[in-house]
């Protein structure tokens, strides 16, 4: 194809210049998967089309009617998505004066931004009755999926959230931290591991497998440049080796999700096809017809989700919900050696005493959370995760809470954003102004001081971090990592 034409052409059609770039026999290869109730020219047409937005509710900071209420004089149109009663398509008029992501309820976490149909992997993992107490979601960053199952379990239990590229766990971990979550453990591992580090460790199991990307060419006109069917099997071959080791570390009778946002069979129904055949009395797939309302659209023989662009106007999307019957025969255990963990649990008495000061400035966790100590650095740590230590290094585990020094406890940003909760006494209402400067670093001259010398500052309810009085000022403690620049929702820089 030649992409310096005025026009090109996609089995015959005349597309303009910037369109999606649509390799032919990708198209023919679509044109085989694609089932008969769809219609092919709708998928085209649905591919060159702009990507709606959508963004989430965070429940683990405000209801989604209270979200609503906050956000209605902004005129924002929120459309429900039907398979998350926390997502929203939302269409704003301020896109390019005031970037969503710049919005005060995105940077305290009222919302994450995340595409509707990444939605999808996350309901299919709760559809069924019982809470789960121990999830791994196994290629996490940055954090989409993370934050939603946190969600969903109310910051409950435990979450192994794993990324393998280093240089995307540092953006994972501060997704989680805006978003309030307690209940992570943080690894950096080929997911590839997990079976025989940790088997049958999990009630439930999120593999958003790596794959070829065929769904995001409206959001990445060029996602398709380098494409070749020859790739889709290589990647797939890499699915296989990782749907493999998640069904290991998954407990008997526990619930594996595997999603992707690619399009051919190759990556997906044939990989959970290839998963039942080397386990045939151990696999059961689980339909999602009842899913949502007009689940049906998308469903495929076996009861998976094949979600073709043009469906639901989205990304495409595949989605399989597969049940692990009985046990299967353990990998080999794992060469490598953990190393030394520098952690050690609180004595009862040392508890008391950091729970009781924590207290007073309003910081308050529930038994799901236990104190452990390195050094002078107080951590608090999920307990339903417990039981992998010792056998999987961490690259973060549990929420850093404190440190201590010669007059107590410093208290740390992202303990503070997690615990500080409602009607907190130390809680200091910042105006509009106050909490745009606060986002730059910078310090806070309030016509009105706190009374004590120290302040958990917030604006529309939610903890911003704390901060020091040191003269007719609030001393700013935000992370410098975190600090913005640029158009924030106040005023421009």
Not at 86 to 95: L, T, V
Not at 169 to 185: D, T, W
Not at 198 to 221: H, N, Q, T, W, Y
């Amino acid at each position: 194809m030649l992409h310096c034409a005025p026009l090109f052409f996609l089995l015959g059609r005349p597309v303009a210049q910037n369109a999606v770039y649509l390799p032919e026999e990708f198209l023919a290869q679509m044109r085989l998967a694609m089932p008969q109730h769809l219609d092919f020219d709708e998928f085209i047409a649905a591919c060159q089309r702009p990507l709606r937005r959508s963004i989430r509710v965070n429940t683990l900071k405000i209801s989604v009617d209270a979200f609503l209420e906050l956000v209605a004089p902004y005129g924002w149109q929120l459309t429900p998505v039907p398979w998350c009663a926390e997502g929203f398509w939302i269409e704003r008029d301020e896109e390019e004066s005031l970037p969503l992501g710049s919005t005060a309820e995105h940077l305290s976490g009222l919302f994450y931004i995340q595409e509707a149909s990444s939605m999808l992997p996350v309901a299919a993992l709760f559809a069924g009755e019982t809470m789960p107490l121990r999830v791994m979601d196994v290629a996490a960053a940055p954090g989409s999926k993370t934050t939603q199952i946190a969600a969903r379990m109310g910051n409950q239990g435990a979450i192994l959230a794993n990324e393998f590229s280093a240089s995307r766990v540092k953006v994972l971990h501060a997704n989680i931290s805006r978003c309030g979550i307690q209940n992570v453990a943080l690894t950096h591992f080929d997911g590839r591991v997990f079976g025989a580090a940790l088997p049958e460790m999990f009630d439930a199991i999120l593999l958003d497998a790596p794959c070829s990307g065929e769904g995001v060419v409206r959001k990445d006109a060029d996602a398709l440049k380098n494409w070749s069917h020859a790739s889709n099997l290589e990647i797939a071959a890499t699915q296989r080796e990782l749907i493999d080791s998640a069904f290991h570390a998954l407990r008997p009778g526990g619930v594996l999700v595997y999603s992707t946002c690619t399009l051919n069979r190759d990556e997906n129904e044939t990989v959970c096809h290839w998963l039942a055949q080397q386990y045939p009395d151990a696999v059961e797939f689980e339909p999602l017809g009842k899913l949502f309302e007009g689940a049906e659209q998308a469903l495929t023989a076996e009861g998976f989700l094949h979600v073709f662009p043009q469906i639901f106007d989205c990304e495409g999307f595949f989605v399989a919900r597969l049940r692990k019957t009985a046990a299967v025969e353990r990998l080999p255990a794992p060469t490598y050696k953990v190393g030394q963990f520098p952690f050690a649990p609180l004595k009862t008495r040392e508890s008391a005493a950091v729970t009781a000061a924590a207290a007073e400035v309003g910081l308050r966790w529930g038994d799901s959370l236990r104190l452990w100590q390195r050094d002078k650095e107080i951590w608090l740590f999920p307990a339903a995760i417990e039981d992998l230590i010792g056998k999987v290094r961490f690259s973060r585990l549990g929420m850093r809470l404190a440190e201590t020094h010669n007059k107590g406890y410093r208290w740390q940003h992202e303990a503070v954003i997690a615990l500080a909760g409602d009607n907190n006494p130390l809680a200091f209402e910042l105006t509009t102004e106050e909490a745009e400067a606060w986002y730059r670093g910078r310090d806070i001259y309030p016509q009105a001081l706190p009374a004590g010398d120290e302040a958990i500052v917030t604006f529309q309810g939610q903890a911003l971090g704390l901060a020091k009085k040191v003269g007719s000022r609030l001393k700013n403690s935000y992370p410098r990592e975190l600090v913005r620049d640029g158009q924030l929702f106040a005023g421009k820089a």
